[in-house]
């Protein structure tokens, strides 16, 4: 079984920027994917990025290009997500996930429990 664990929510004015982490333990596969998805109030989940651990590639959705970047630390089997110029449109939990592979219209097998991202105008 793999758990993830996100942290670095919390509340920010528009314009500023936020930090998530996520750190995988367990019966981690030795190459896989880890991304983030994400929920706002009154809509559906949407996919926001991923990675791959071997190669490092990375994936965006369109509207998250230029202000959100993925990477990771593979020794610590972490992934962040750095957030800036945060709207408040990007007021939504975020869910870390994970899976042995990264694909397009991805549904991670693994995922955290959420941290809530509020963004304030």
């Known amino acids: 079984q793999v758990q993830l664990v996100e942290s670095g929510g919390g509340s920010v004015q528009a314009g500023g920027s936020l930090r998530l982490s996520c750190a995988a333990s367990?019966?981690?596969?030795?190459?896989?994917?880890m991304g983030w998805f994400r929920r706002a109030p009154g809509k559906e989940r949407e996919f926001v990025a991923a990675?791959?651990?071997?190669?490092?590639?990375?994936y965006y959705a369109d509207s998250m290009k230029g202000r959100f970047a993925i990477s990771r630390d593979s020794a610590k089997n972490t992934v962040y997500l750095t957030m800036n110029s945060l709207k408040p449109d990007d007021t939504a939990v975020y869910y870390c996930a994970l899976d042995r592979y990264y694909r397009s219209a991805w549904s991670p097998g693994y995922w955290g429990q959420g941290t809530q991202v509020t963004v304030s105008s």
């Open positions: 367990g019966r981690v596969f030795s190459s896989y994917a």
């Open positions: 990675i791959t651990w071997s190669g490092g590639f990375t």
